[in-house]
């Protein structure tokens, strides 16, 4: 199937490593250039340089107040136009929600809301023909997770966000998000050793109980979240707007 990527310009947060990096991976190989997003410029450096010059960077903290005006500057300058974002970055703190501080709430909701919303409302005109949003989001949508609460709580109003989005920048621009389950990446190790400490196991314990856990039996490959984000972005996806998928290998049971 071509997917119909070739010469698109994307958008790509949280790119320097983990689950954002292998979807600007998967969107280059198929064609496209992209813009690459994360706060430090020396791996987002290295990720660049194996990309066969179809990517810039663009080091900033998409929780700051600035950090849209300075992305929608480096697409003017680097790419000349936009087909598609991916609202993406790091997890947001763990803890409970009674324990967790005003400063720490505050954060995470300039992480996974306040952030996103500025860039998307400088972005989205830029977005001048057919375009696409993905934001990665977390199974937290529709279950939570033991002692992350701040997703827990603003995760599934990301969700939300995603699914008003698809109705508010319809018929153009296609909005859907992707709910990874436990992807094998920096965030989950750092997680499953805070999980561990405070079990007082071994990570490999810790991680092989979770893996168990998982219909699959093991943890995703970022390249399997990736895959069905590239989709996402894709031409080829013309009529998919509105979802949240999840990426789980059947971890959530709740149904359907
Ligand atoms: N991995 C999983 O299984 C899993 C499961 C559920 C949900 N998620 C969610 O999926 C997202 C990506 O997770 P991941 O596992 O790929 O994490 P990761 O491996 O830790 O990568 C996070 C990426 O985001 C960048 N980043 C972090 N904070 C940022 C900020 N404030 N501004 C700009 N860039 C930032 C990081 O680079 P810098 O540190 O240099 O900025 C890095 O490129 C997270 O929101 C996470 O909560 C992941």
Do not use: H
């Amino acid at each position: 199937m071509d997917l119909g990527l070739d010469g698109k310009r994307f958008v790509v947060g949280g790119a320097s490593k983990g689950l954002g990096r292998a979807v600007a991976e998967g969107l280059v190989a198929e064609g496209a250039r992209v813009l690459l997003v994360a706060r430090d410029s020396d791996t987002l450096a290295n990720v660049a340089d194996g990309m066969r010059g179809k990517a810039t960077t663009l080091a900033v903290d998409v929780a700051d107040e600035d950090a849209a005006a300075r992305i929608a500057a480096a697409v003017d300058a680097d790419l000349g136009g936009l087909d598609g974002v991916l609202i993406n970055a790091g997890g947001p703190p763990g803890g409970q929600i009674l324990d967790l501080s005003d400063e720490q709430w505050l954060a995470a909701y300039q992480l996974l809301v306040g952030g996103p919303i500025r860039i998307l409302r400088a972005l989205v005109p830029k977005i001048a023909g057919d375009g696409a949003i993905v934001f990665i989001t977390s199974t937290s949508v529709r279950q939570p997770i033991e002692n992350l609460d701040t997703s827990n709580v603003l995760r599934p109003g990301v969700a939300a966000m995603a699914k008003c989005l698809a109705r508010e920048l319809g018929p153009r621009i296609r909005v859907n998000s992707v709910a990874p389950g436990r992807f094998d990446t920096d965030r989950i190790k750092t997680l499953d050793a805070a999980r561990a400490e405070a079990r007082g196991i071994s990570v490999d314990q810790q991680r092989g109980e979770a893996a168990r856990a998982i219909p699959l039996g093991r943890y995703g490959e970022p390249a399997e979240l990736a895959r069905l984000a590239t989709f996402l972005l894709s031409p080829a996806a013309s009529y998919v707007s509105g979802v949240s998928v999840q990426v789980d290998g059947a971890m959530v049971t709740a149904i359907p």
